[in-house]
């Protein structure tokens, strides 16, 4: 009787979780789609998608943010930000972080989600992963979006990993992008995703929702070639802060 109850638990909770993502966007519909004509209008988008539409859903599924900070990412400045990927909260605990406009680069199957693919698809940069061309064309929008003043963000594991799995391999895409374009790297650790809010069904729950923003990696001077010892470098400190935070010890690849 136990497990069942908390099955319809955790059954409700998820429910929820997906009537607070649709509630914001069918309300605020006519406004998303004004400013998600043009990306000029962009930054008022962002505005909308973080500071209502992630509330909502956070506060409303009892995640409250918790942010530690070991640098302040600076205003008016393009950065591109990298986290691990858990969960589907972590699309508006980055929102929550970064008060300046990003644009989210994320494979194109979000697309397909109703009333959220909608607009993931006319502001977001789409990637096919099994597609050269898609992969070529997503440096030609990103630097677009960069020359407008905007940050790039990119979970590198490229998917969200089996929940045995501490932090997935990287893929290179965001590192390679951050050295061509010359923009800081922002290393983000997201604590409890998988806790507050995983890919398996039955589970999750309210409670703190914590992350860190450790120090910036500066690509200036790096060329291509430095791409494969810069990513492994971002992935040891995320890696590393999992782990702590675990109590566990890495252990060199």
């Known amino acids: 009787m136990e497990i069942l109850l908390r099955n319809i638990g955790h059954s409700l909770y998820r429910i929820w979780f997906y009537i607070l993502v649709a509630v914001p966007i069918v309300i605020l519909f006519p406004l998303l789609l004004?400013?998600?004509?043009?990306e000029k209008t962009y930054?008022?988008?962002?505005?909308?998608?973080?500071?209502?539409w992630a509330n909502f859903i956070l506060y409303g599924m009892g995640c409250i943010p918790h942010i530690k900070w070991e640098q302040r990412i600076e205003k008016g400045k393009s950065h591109m930000l990298v986290a691990n990927h858990t969960s589907m909260l972590d699309i508006m605990l980055m929102l929550k972080i970064s008060r300046n406009p990003f644009v989210f680069v994320g494979k194109k199957e979000l697309a397909k989600i109703p009333l959220f693919g909608f607009f993931f698809k006319r502001v977001c940069i789409m990637v096919d992963r099994e597609d050269t061309r898609s992969r070529t064309g997503v440096y030609r929008r990103a630097q677009r979006r960069l020359n407008q003043g905007l940050s790039i963000c990119i979970f590198p594991e490229g998917g969200v990993p089996d929940e045995t799995i501490l932090l997935d391999s990287f893929k290179d895409g965001a590192f390679k992008m951050a050295i061509a374009h010359k923009i800081p790297i922002v290393p983000m650790t997201f604590y409890d995703g998988k806790k507050r809010f995983s890919f398996t069904f039955l589970s999750g729950g309210p409670g703190l929702l914590r992350a860190k923003v450790?120090?910036?990696?500066?690509?200036?001077?790096l060329s291509e070639e430095d791409k494969i010892t810069l990513r492994e470098e971002v992935r040891d400190v995320i890696l590393g802060e999992l782990s702590a935070s675990r109590g566990l010890k890495v252990v060199a690849e």
């Open 214 to 221: 450790h120090e910036f990696f500066e690509t200036g001077i």
């Open 43 to 52: 930054p008022q988008f962002f505005w909308i998608a973080r500071n209502l």
């Open 34 to 38: 004004l400013f998600s004509l043009s």
